[in-house]
């Protein structure tokens, strides 16, 4: 639905107006289209002493075809240069004293941050870091990221990527997506690159990473999944496209659009997991990946929620995930490189009021990503989720009014996000460059002042 807010803060006069108020002026977020370089710009690149990443960064930005500057840019006469990104790899930082090295890089050129502009600190896991001292400067680093995500302005992000030693060569996939328009509204996140389950397999290319991908979308009728099952079909794979029999018309529409085929079935139908098994076993060989977006609400706060949609909101948005991702692990039908990923929310990082129920499956999905990631990692395959926040579709139109608003504003983007956000999200998960990226679960958020 449309942000009038925002289209009102763009306007002649609406400009003037929230500049004297002080009033939130949300910027246009760049969204990534087809063709669009990887980044708007040039990235300004730098390192604390005895870095271990640098020459990957660089071969990446290369392989990119991203311009790595060494030096800031010098102010043209009468304007600010402008950095598209700034990539700083803080893994030499060994001690609490050198985390001024830190302020030494970003200091002077935070302010040359262009619109939609990306900053990238590299560190390496504070448990991996060895010594207290360098486990406590590394573990600082995430204090640094998001307090600069609460000043960057004009749409900006900014992330932490720990990357475990010996995963160096598995950062590019990441490393993409974080730098370019597909993360518009991932702000502030913490993201582990990890050396487990098979090596990163760089997609012979970027703009199809999915191609000869089988993948299976649950909810894929409207929304937010009928986003992701755009997204994974633009980036090559072919959808099987999954809802309630009520909703196949809708589900028809999604699946013909994105060149994919339907599967009509009630995810908590007790023959559900086999037959969703059986389906993709006989007609595709298997699956690579599995997307579990389909979720509802029934909200009510605690005392007044009845017992049924307790169970419902959990077998839906839980228990039957957990059913289907058994169903295909046990017939082997997920195949090597394979990919699971939930779909969690903020209420269930935050809680939120009226959704006990809701709160509670979503944060169970994020135990579900924690429990399975080591069994995956020892099948080559991974498990991550994305915990949307305000993401602008019909479940939040249907907030009343000043929730809503609030909803939209209290983030470092002063605006919801888009469903295509989230798909995107997924989609560098579903890479086969991600195979280092497993047990994360990542906010698009925004950088939600809930659950911060
Ligand atoms: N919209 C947001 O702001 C937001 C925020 C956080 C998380 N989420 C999560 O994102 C996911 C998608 O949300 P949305 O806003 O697109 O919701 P939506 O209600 O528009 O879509 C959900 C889809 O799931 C399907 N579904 C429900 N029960 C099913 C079942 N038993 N079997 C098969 N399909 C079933 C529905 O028919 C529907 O097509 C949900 O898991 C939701 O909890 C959404």
Redesign the pocket.
Known sequence: MTDRYQQFARSGVGRQIVRRLGLPNPTPLRRYRPGDPALNGPALVGAARGGRLLDTVHTVLKSAGIEALTEPLAAAEGAQARHAALVFDATGITTPQRLRELYEFFQPVIRSVGTCGRVVVLGTPPESAGDPRATIAQRALEGFTRSVGKELKRGATVQLVYVEPGAEAAVESTLRFLLSARSAYVDAQVIRVGTHGSPAVEPADWDRPLAGKVALV??A?????ASIADVLARDGAHVVA???PA?GDELSAVANRVHGTTLQ????AADAPARIVRHLSERHGGVDIVVH?????RDKTLGKLKSSAWDAVLT??LA?QLAVNDALLEAGALRENGRIIG?S???GIAGNVGQTNYATS?AGVIGMVDSYAPLLAERGATINAVA????E????AAVPLFIREAGRRMNSMSQGGL?VDVAETIAWYASPGSAAVNGNVVRVCGQSLLGA
Request: aromatic residues 2%; positive net charge.
């Open positions: 649950t909810g009728s409207r929304g937010i999944g999954l809802d309630i909703q079935l009630d995810i908590t977006n389909a979720g509802i609400t839906v948005n039957s779909v929310s903020i209420a979503k949307p926040g305000f993401i579709t019909k479940m939040t469903p």
